[in-house]
């Protein structure tokens, strides 16, 4: 696949300081100027000061400029101009996410955004949640970009890769401890994607997430998408999602925001 990573999450938030904070705890190397990294991935995620927290940027990493240039006439029959950035492509001890795995977009318009990775940059779909979701993939795993319906358009969560299950928990205990308020969603065991993970809310009020063992879509490899209905992809065990989780609480915030902006 010409695509092959999410090379970067860029997250505007009113917290920069707390948030940065968060993330370090959460297990990224804090860079210094605004860019935290993981283990595998590098510089990820770029956390930048706006008034309501919002998706500034994501960064898909390609083969080659013929990559780039694929992407953009696609765009171009979508209607959309484009200005592609080409992007480069233990048991004990804290625990240090691999890489960015996946972003989670809430949009207004799900055909238009649906289209915009699918059609326009050439990403493929996995699965679908009828009406409501569509789970997307640029590289072997099951999704890097999940987009889905919302009243708003904002960030829903990024997702960091760790090495097992047992990281998970782990991390989830660490960054809970001294605050149980961070706690979203956990732990559990995804049915689309079928990966483990644990969600959790950063000051900014984006949800984190870890997981590990995601499905890997090898490209030789004949994939049956499915489409869900209702709540079925969401989960195969764990807590019930609490409603925070499926309805961010600042979702009415977010929308006055937009409404200002
Ligand atoms: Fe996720």
Redesign the pocket.
């Known amino acids: 696949m010409a695509l092959h990573q999410l090379t970067s999450f860029t997250l505007g938030v009113p917290n920069l300081a707390e948030t940065a904070a968060y993330y370090r705890e959460f297990g990224l190397a804090d860079e210094g100027d605004g860019w935290l990294a993981t283990r595998d991935g590098g510089r990820q995620l770029r956390l930048v000061p706006v008034p309501a927290r919002r998706l500034i940027e994501l960064r898909i990493g390609v083969d080659d400029a013929d990559d780039l240039d694929r992407a953009a006439s696609r765009l171009h029959r979508l209607g959309i101009g484009a200005a592609a950035d080409p992007a480069a492509g233990t048991l004990t001890g804290p625990v240090i996410p691999r890489k960015l795995g996946?972003v989670?977009i809430g949009t207004t318009d799900f055909d238009a955004t649906t289209a915009f990775f699918r059609d326009g940059l050439g990403f493929q779909a996995s699965d679908y949640v009828k009406d409501v979701g569509a789970f997307l993939r640029c590289s072997v795993d099951h999704h890097n970009v999940l987009v889905l319906r919302a009243p708003v358009v904002f960030p829903r969560?990024s997702?960091w890769q760790v090495d097992d299950i047992d990281e998970i928990g782990r991390g989830a205990h660490a960054l809970l401890a001294e605050h149980p308020e961070r706690h979203v969603w956990g732990l559990g065991r995804h049915h689309a994607g079928s990966n483990f993970?644990y969600y959790f809310r950063d000051p900014s009020g984006t949800f984190s997430?870890y997981?590990s063992d995601v499905d890997c879509v090898p490209e030789d490899q004949i994939w049956t998408l499915e489409t869900f209905e209702g709540a079925r992809g969401l989960f195969s065990w764990g807590p019930p999602p609490p409603p925070s989780f499926l309805h961010p609480d600042d979702h009415a915030d977010l929308m006055a925001g937009s409404h200002s902006r």
């Open positions: 996946h989670v969560h997702s993970f997430e997981y």
